[in-house]
């Protein structure tokens, strides 16, 4: 009996676990179903730009439109596609991949030749071989042209370049005079013949010989150089006393100076000068040039942009001895000869005058239509009737002879 029991309780044990079992699998089922249908507002969506960048390397995208890159990114991250909204009125030209403002520019390899060869083509007669195409390609309908109407330019026949040798028609040939009979002695031509139709003389009209008329009178009326009258060349005086009661000039050397001014030796002392001594006024305008009396240096001559040329003293009262007028325009350059008693004027006007230092006339002017940037006289003394100017045309020099 008791081993019936025991088998009655192993019995209802087992029964009892497989409903439990039963119930627990269909509990799963049902949370399963729940799961399956039930609806999420806000997904977890794993983000990825494309299939060439990792989302998990947690690195920025590249901004196609920077200039800088503040990390080292990858080739792969670098060449990849460009993410983001698309718009939506773009054109499809205007969706293109662009590298300038106008499109896309890429270097390419093309002979030099072939490409003047299409260019000049294209100027010249408006169409020109499509540079997209393979050259093994067919070419007829290939043309690049101006005027898509135009078939004929289209098609293999006809198609030249300016390289292309053009075979002359007979009607663009001139015709030329024939005469080849050597007998007939003034009829022969010979090759000399000339073209038909050819005229050698040409006259123009009445209308066209008016205009040429004015044309030749406004050169001449342009050309024409007026000739400006000579000034007259004068000088002033603006001391009382030229001559003193010996009869000496200003010229002559000063002794009541303190100095030896005729001795060829130097003073025992000489010093460098630390102060202004004396300025000198009377022109008017700018100063070209400045010349000492040669050897005593007791007189300064002087020239400026006023046209006039001053004789000053440098010792005593420091007066103006004397004023040369004689040029219309400024005075460029003075120099005088060994003895200082004659100097010459260089100015613009183009004019070199030969002065008397003391009565301060006018010796001689002479001109080669140049204007003098310089004047010399010869250093010689038995050649002081000799002097040399550069003038403007750089690389001549002019020299006159006087007496």
């Not at 940037?373 to 020299?399: I, M, R, W």
């Amino acid at each position: 009996m008791a081993g019936i029991s025991l088998l009655k309780e192993y019995n209802s044990d087992s029964n009892a676990s497989d409903d439990d079992t039963e119930i627990f699998d269909s509990s799963k089922n049902i949370a399963e179903l729940k799961n399956k249908f039930r609806i999420d507002a806000a997904p977890v969506v794993e983000y990825k730009v494309c299939d060439f960048i990792d989302p998990s390397a947690n690195r920025p995208c590249v901004d196609p439109l920077s200039r800088t890159v503040n990390f080292n990114p990858k080739y792969e991250e670098l060449y990849a596609p460009v993410a983001g909204p698309e718009n939506p009125f773009k054109t499809q030209q205007q969706k293109a991949d662009k590298n300038m403002l106008a499109g896309f520019v890429e270097s390419a390899h093309i002979n030099e030749f072939h490409f003047e060869c299409q260019r000049r083509t294209f100027t010249s007669y408006g169409y020109a071989v499509d540079p997209s195409l393979s050259s093994t390609e067919i070419v007829k309908d290939k043309l690049v042209s101006v005027d898509s109407t135009n078939e004929s330019i289209a098609s293999v026949d006809n198609k030249v370049t300016v390289f292309d040798k053009i075979k002359e028609r007979e009607g663009d040939k001139r015709k030329r005079q024939k005469n080849s009979d050597a007998a007939d002695i003034d009829g022969f031509l010979g090759p000399w013949g000339g073209y038909v139709g050819e005229q050698r003389v040409m006259k123009p009209s009445e209308e066209e010989q008016e205009e040429l008329e004015e044309i030749l009178a406004k050169r001449q009326k342009r050309g024409k150089v007026t000739e400006d009258k000579a000034m007259e060349e004068k000088s002033i005086l603006h001391i009382k006393d030229a001559y003193d009661y010996q009869g000496r000039s200003f010229l002559n050397v000063p002794q009541d100076v303190g100095v030896n001014l005729k001795s060829d030796e130097p003073p025992e002392k000489c010093f460098i000068p630390k102060k202004l001594l004396h300025t000198w006024s009377g022109h008017s305008k700018g100063i070209s040039a400045i010349k000492w009396f040669p050897k005593s240096a007791h007189l300064l001559l002087s020239c400026g942009m006023d046209c006039r040329v001053k004789l000053w003293e440098v010792y005593n009262e420091r007066r103006c001895i004397r004023t040369y007028l004689g040029h219309k325009q400024a005075v460029r350059d003075i120099c005088f000869n060994n003895a200082g008693t004659q100097f010459l004027s260089a100015g613009y006007d183009r004019d070199v005058k030969l002065w008397d230092t003391e009565t301060g006339k006018c010796l001689g002017q002479f001109s080669n239509k140049k204007i003098p940037y310089c004047v010399k006289f010869n250093p010689d003394e038995d050649k002081q009737h000799l002097f040399v100017a550069g003038t403007s045309d750089k690389n001549s020099l002019l020299g006159h002879k006087f007496k």
